[in-house]
């Protein structure tokens, strides 16, 4: 099927996506089949954009049409095994509407590609969730230029969705290849788990492991979201203030010499992407250095300074662990660059600016020797700064902050909504997403009043009851934090599960939801 045809069959599944349609259910027939036979289905009938589609326990379907679309994909039932794979000959786009589950002890993976010129790209185009409770989830086999075959994922649609994979990564189970963030609305991503995208080489463009933020946050919660591809150049693209990654963040390092990488990250409050230079080299694949952004005040009210510093970030820090997976490896790390705008209290030069470390869970900052300054100040500028390179082991972590050097005043470091004017009353009403989401066992809601009056900020589980009032009084305009410790208000421990915040003021009703997670 060529590009064409493939745009006007998606065109009209679009309309049935759109439209109200009253899904079927469908399943494979017991035996080895291809998606475009009718007879690999029970009743002789092929799944359409409509329908809820499950690879019965025993059963292996393989792909035959250029396109697939429908509502939710299961692979598996109660015990398995199932199987859901790529063909080996053309490549495939699939469209799944709801969500995809890849139930125990079944998989859900790409094969080597036959004897053909190409190697071959499979799309797919997610709405919903994706959870891997199996055993392969494998979205990159074969060698590049020879049998190579790759499955990349678009995630799609103004919902929320969320990834999980429940087992550990291997090279043949939970590894993604390519991913593109492309949401719409106020629709997020957010992970259950570690998201592994896959690491190693490779010599076509076409099929590297790549992370493209084009619009829509990813939250990560405890986990992270980590790039191992060790190419700098166009693997990981996009970050900006409307899709970046909200928690942590890992990215390979090369296996030689000294590499430079930016991490497209922030927090709750803004995009504050930080970029890391490591001297070393790793000892094997499957290294990489994670950056989790923190929103707090990186001192702990007992930290001490170094001469050259006497104040650190009170709106942010970040911390940055080397892992080497299955071994133990060491690797040094020199040089950062922070982001910052119009909030992070900087004034209008940052010439009196440092960035500094501390390798002691932040008991004691040094003051980095910011060999490269800047000396004016722009909104979402950035600042770097050399250090004596610290050694990272295995699973080892340090932290960074910005700081302002002892004896100026230039720089307050403390939130803020202008630099340089008195804090103005918001331009908006506004409720932002919590963080970190998902979390346990406490968030934070940040939001926005434009005008004065009765305020109230409540959690509602999915019955639409309210739980909890974490907020009811009157309040001024102005920007304002509330916190919840998952307890409803007569002190009970909720469940893990997705909860509802209404935030209502005059003339103002807004809600979002959040996912408590044990």
């Known amino acids: 099927m060529n590009i064409l045809n493939r745009v006007l069959t998606i065109a009209c599944c679009a309309v049935l996506i759109g439209a109200v349609a009253f899904a079927g259910d469908i399943k494979s027939s017991g035996k080895k089949g291809v998606w475009s036979a009718d007879?690999?289905?029970?009743?002789?009938?092929?799944?359409?954009?409509?329908?809820?589609?499950?690879?019965?326990?025993?059963?292996?379907?393989?792909?035959?049409?250029?396109?697939?679309?429908?509502?939710?994909?299961?692979?598996?039932?109660?015990?398995?095994?199932?199987?859901?794979?790529?063909?080996?000959?053309?490549?495939?786009?699939?469209?799944?509407?709801?969500?995809?589950?890849?139930?125990?002890?079944?998989?859900?993976?790409?094969?080597?590609?036959?004897?053909?010129?190409?190697?071959?790209?499979h799309t797919i185009f997610l709405y919903g969730n994706l959870t891997h409770n199996g055993t392969v989830?494998?979205?990159?086999?074969?060698?590049?230029?020879?049998?190579?075959?790759?499955?990349?994922?678009?995630?799609?649609?103004?919902?929320?969705?969320?990834?999980?994979?429940?087992?550990?990564?291997?090279?043949?189970?939970?590894?993604?290849?390519?991913?593109?963030?492309?949401?719409?609305?106020?629709?997020?991503?957010?992970?259950?788990?570690?998201?592994?995208?896959a690491g190693g080489s490779s010599s076509n463009d076409t099929t590297y492991p790549y992370l493209y933020l084009t619009r829509g946050k990813v939250y990560t919660g405890n986990y992270a979201l980590i790039h191992r591809y060790a190419s700098n150049t166009g693997s990981v693209a996009g970050g900006s203030d409307s899709s970046y990654v909200i928690g942590a963040m890992g990215r390979g390092m090369g296996n030689s010499g000294s590499a430079t990488r930016e991490f497209p990250i922030g927090d709750s409050l803004s995009y504050?992407?930080?970029?890391?230079?490591?001297?070393?080299?790793?000892?094997?694949?499957?290294?990489?250095?994670?950056?989790?952004?923190?929103?707090?005040?990186?001192?702990?009210?007992?930290?001490?300074?170094?001469?050259?510093?006497?104040?650190?970030?009170?709106?942010?820090?970040?911390?940055?662990?080397?892992?080497?997976?299955?071994?133990?490896?060491?690797?040094?790390?020199?040089?950062?660059?922070i982001g910052y705008g119009t909030d992070d209290g900087v004034g209008t030069g940052n010439d009196e600016l440092r960035i500094a470390f501390s390798t002691n869970d932040r008991a004691a900052w040094t003051g980095g020797?910011?060999?490269?300054?800047?000396?004016?100040?722009?909104?979402?500028?950035?600042?770097?700064?050399?250090?004596?390179?610290?050694?990272?082991?295995?699973?080892?972590?340090?932290?960074?902050?910005?700081?302002?050097?002892?004896?100026?005043?230039?720089?307050?470091?403390?939130?803020?909504?202008?630099?340089?004017?008195?804090?103005?009353?918001?331009?908006?009403?506004s409720l932002e997403q919590n963080y970190p989401n998902p979390f346990n066992p406490e968030t934070e809601i940040r939001y926005s009043t434009l005008k004065a009056g009765e305020i109230s900020l409540s959690v509602y589980n999915i019955l639409g009851q309210r739980i909890a009032s974490l907020v009811s009084t009157a309040m001024e305009p102005g920007t304002h934090t509330a916190r919840w410790n998952g307890r409803d208000d007569a002190g009970r421990?909720?469940?893990?599960?997705?909860?509802?915040y209404k935030l209502e003021g005059p003339g103002f009703v807004q809600a979002r939801r959040m996912v408590l997670m044990k």
């Not at 125990?104 to 590609?113: D, I, K, L, M, S």
């Not at 290294?287 to 989790?292: A, D, F, N, T």
């Open 493 to 500: 421990v909720m469940p893990s599960g997705v909860y509802i």
């Open 369 to 429: 020797a910011q060999t490269v300054p800047d000396t004016t100040f722009t909104p979402d500028a950035a600042l770097q700064d050399s250090i004596a390179a610290v050694t990272l082991a295995n699973n080892g972590s340090m932290f960074i902050a910005l700081a302002r050097l002892a004896g100026t005043t230039s720089n307050s470091l403390n939130y803020t909504t202008s630099v340089g004017y008195d804090v103005k009353t918001p331009a908006t009403w």
């Open 39 to 121: 007879s690999t289905w029970i009743g002789g009938v092929q799944p359409g954009a409509a329908d809820n589609v499950t690879i019965a326990d025993g059963d292996t379907v393989t792909f035959g049409e250029d396109t697939v679309v429908v509502n939710n994909l299961t692979v598996g039932e109660t015990s398995g095994p199932a199987m859901l794979q790529f063909p080996k000959t053309h490549d495939i786009w699939l469209w799944v509407n709801g969500n995809i589950v890849v139930n125990a002890n079944c998989g859900f993976r790409t094969q080597t590609r036959s004897s053909l010129e190409g190697d071959l790209v």
């Open 137 to 197: 989830l494998d979205f990159r086999s074969g060698s590049t230029n020879s049998t190579g075959a790759v499955g990349n994922f678009q995630l799609l649609g103004s919902a929320d969705q969320t990834l999980t994979v429940s087992t550990l990564f291997s090279t043949s189970n939970g590894e993604f290849n390519g991913i593109r963030v492309n949401k719409s609305g106020s629709g997020s991503v957010i992970l259950g788990s570690d998201i592994q995208l």
């Open 272 to 337: 504050r992407p930080v970029t890391v230079r490591s001297t070393t080299g790793g000892s094997s694949t499957g290294h990489y250095i994670k950056v989790r952004a923190i929103h707090g005040n990186a001192n702990t009210g007992s930290s001490t300074f170094s001469p050259s510093i006497d104040k650190v970030a009170s709106v942010r820090y970040f911390q940055v662990t080397y892992v080497q997976q299955g071994g133990a490896a060491t690797m040094g790390v020199d040089r950062f660059k």
